[in-house]
């Protein structure tokens, strides 16, 4: 009985990857940040905005290359990949919030108040895109570590983990879970449900708070006062 269980595992496995954690939210959520980047005026890009969207379509084409075809994995190369991917994205999107609110606070011609409320709405829904994406790749891991049977070493502690009228030993956070605390964080500038365990969870959510309250706070208010 217990041979024939351990053989089955890795078709268990496969099946819980695939129907609880699809990997086409993720690259859909990606291509719809990079969409945001390439709506945005040159004004507000990194040289051009076609240059970090270029690249960060080169590294999602890697993906499947750097990625194991193992339901549980873990790949060096792979992490590394997703890594850059998101940190040239988020630090691209954290230039552009820099430019619109230098812009704002020396009182320069930043085009009119449409164009800085539209920059800043769409600098704000990229942020929330981006850190959902690390929130997703970096707790117990990534996606799949997460999968293993084991408890994994959790940086984000959710309601499922605790709650005793939802709580089930095989639940594991999916990439719709991770968006959902990166939408929060980003409105209340705080965790709400979900609570940051680790450390590096502590300071990502810290990033991603001051990122969206300048957003919010500075760029929209100010455009909004000079609308006309």
Do not use: C
């Amino acid at each position: 009985m217990t041979s024939s269980k351990q053989s089955n595992m890795p078709s268990i496995l496969r099946n819980k990857h695939h129907k609880t954690d699809p990997v086409w939210h993720v690259q859909i959520a990606m291509l719809i940040a990079i969409g945001f980047q390439l709506a945005l005026p040159n004004q507000f890009s990194v040289g051009s905005s076609f240059v970090l969207p270029v690249i960060e379509l080169l590294l999602i084409i890697a993906l499947p290359i750097t990625t194991p075809r193992q339901p549980v994995y873990k790949s060096l190369a792979r992490r590394v990949n997703v890594i850059a991917l998101l940190s040239l994205a988020g630090l691209g999107n954290i230039y552009s919030l820099g430019v619109v609110a230098n812009e704002l606070l020396k009182g320069g011609q930043v085009s009119n108040g449409r164009t800085l409320i539209t920059a800043a709405i769409n600098i704000y829904l990229t942020n929330l895109i981006i850190f959902a994406l690390l929130y997703w790749e970096m707790d117990g891991g990534g996606p799949g570590e997460r999968q293993q049977i084991a408890k994994y070493e959790q940086d984000f502690l959710f309601p499922q983990h605790q709650n005793e009228a939802y709580k089930h030993p095989e639940w594991k956070p999916t990439f719709t879970d991770y968006l959902y605390v990166s939408s929060t964080n980003a409105m209340a500038f705080s965790p709400t449900d979900t609570m940051p365990m680790s450390r590096r969870a502590k300071i990502l959510m810290l990033a991603q708070a001051t990122v969206s309250l300048i957003a919010v706070a500075l760029v929209a208010a100010r455009a909004v006062n000079i609308l006309r």
